[in-house]
Every structure is written in structure tokens, then in C-alpha cells.
T-cell receptor, first 115, second 114 residues
Framework: EADIYQTPRYLVIGTGKKITLECSQT?????MYWYQQDPGMELHLIHY???????EKGDLSSESTVSRIRTEHFPLTLESARPSHTSQYLC??????????????FGPGTRLTVL | KNQVEQSPQSLIILEGKNCTLQ??????????LRWYKQDTGRGPVSLTI?????NTKSNGRYTATLDADTKQSSLHITASQLSDSASYIC?????????????FGRGTQLTVWP
């Protein structure tokens, strides 16, 4: 089992609230990722990081923001949640091998519902 | 356009039976192909990884095959168990960037009945 953790596991909030989804890993991985997954659909990359103070937007446009102040921590923030943000959010990390060769280890996910 | 297509979308089998899941991809340039297992409400867990030169890779009752010429892969599950009920996701990585961009299929939802 991978040592990557996400909190909360489930979150139901009202429109307009600010939320932060937490992700931490204890494997010392440099690369971390946030994915969004809707039921029956593929994972979409929304943010990634190569290391501390490095963050990039992924393929899927997202109104969320991320930060990477510490290697082990990669939180995702929504300043003003909307119903369209309802989804499952998965955090992952990988080591520093060659391009695409390192397996990504996923956290258990956060199921977000915005009312 | 780089894509990963999986079939069938869903599958129901009886405990103890074998099954084969399919994955076709158009990702280029190709780096490697992974199969992940995702239990309901959990994150995906890697089962196998194959590079261009590998034709087959086993992990217990799971055996993955790769035909890089036809850009097809399969995941064979032997003597299925109830715990095999999950979504199986095919993921292909390209060599086009330092990040090693991953392309995800939508998964095959497998249900094993007793």
C-alpha cells in the first residue's frame, strides 16, 4: 500500500465556500499530481508539480490552485466552490526516474459534492 | 489524437472463471503501458507495467500482454475472485515530454459474482 494520504475523504459543502483538499506523501517523491475523475470517465490531470515551488496546470482547465511549499505536501484550493466542481479528486506522486517510467502512486481520493 | 480505448465497458463473470480485458491505444511516441486496478471509492493501484520491448508481464493471477505493432494490450485474469471486482484502467505514457504524459482509458468495470 502506497504512503500517500488525502483528507477529507468525503466533503459536502455549499456554493461559494472556500475549500482546501489535503494531500501528503511520505515516500520522498519529487513529482506530485492532482487528477479529477467523474463516474465512468477517465482521469484528467488538473495540476502537477516537479518539486518544491514548482507547479503547473494540467490538461483539464480548473479553477482550483495548488501550492508546493514542502516536498511531502501538495494541497489543492478552490476559492469559491460551485456545483460544477462536484467530482472525485485524486492525488498521486512518483519518483524521479526517466520520462514516464515511474509508477504513480495514488491516494484514496476526496469525493467532493457542492450543493 | 492520442487516445486509449478499453473494452468491454463492463463485464460480469462468475467466481472462478477467467476473463480478458482489452486496450487499444494511439499514443505516440510510446513509452510504456500500465494496467491499474481501482476499487470503488479508492485510488488506482498499479498491477503491471510494460515497455516497448516487453510482450507479457505477470503479477499473480493477472497477466498483461502488449503488441506494440498493433498498439493493443490485454489483461487476463485467471481463476477470478470476488475481490477482483473493480475498475481496470489502461494507462499509456508517451516519450514526448519530461513529465511523461499519461493517457488514461475509461476503464472496464468488472463484477465477479459468487
Amino acid at each position: 500500500e502506497a504512503d500517500i494520504y488525502q483528507t477529507p475523504r468525503y466533503l459536502v459543502i455549499g456554493t461559494g465556500k472556500k475549500i482546501t483538499l489535503e494531500c501528503s506523501q511520505t515516500m520522498g517523491h519529487d513529482k506530485m499530481y492532482w487528477y479529477q475523475q467523474d463516474p465512468g470517465m477517465e482521469l484528467h490531470l488538473i495540476h502537477y508539480s516537479y518539486g518544491v515551488n514548482s507547479t503547473e496546470k494540467g490538461d483539464l482547465s480548473s479553477e482550483s490552485t495548488v501550492s508546493r511549499i514542502r516536498t511531502e505536501h501538495f494541497p489543492l484550493t478552490l476559492e469559491s466552490a460551485r456545483p460544477s466542481h462536484t467530482s472525485q479528486y485524486l492525488c498521486a506522486s512518483s519518483g524521479s526516474g526517466g520520462a514516464g517510467t515511474d509508477t504513480q502512486y495514488f491516494g484514496p481520493g476526496t469525493r467532493l459534492t457542492v450543493l | 489524437k492520442n487516445q486509449v480505448e478499453q473494452s468491454p465497458q463492463s463485464l460480469i463473470i462468475l467466481e472462478g472463471k477467467n476473463c480478458t480485458l482489452q486496450c487499444n491505444y494511439t499514443v505516440s511516441p510510446f513509452s510504456n503501458l500500465r494496467w491499474y486496478k481501482q476499487d470503488t471509492g479508492r485510488g488506482p493501484v498499479s498491477l503491471t507495467i510494460m515497455t516497448f520491448s516487453e510482450n507479457t508481464k505477470s503479477n499473480g493471477r493477472y497477466t498483461a500482454t502488449l503488441d506494440a505493432d498493433t498498439k493493443q494490450s490485454s489483461l487476463h485474469i485467471t481463476a477470478s475472485q470476488l475481490s477482483d471486482s473493480a475498475s481496470y484502467i489502461c494507462v499509456v505514457s508517451d516519450r514526448g515530454s519530461t513529465l511523461g504524459r499519461l493517457y488514461f482509458g475509461r476503464g472496464t468495470q468488472l463484477t465477479v459474482w459468487p
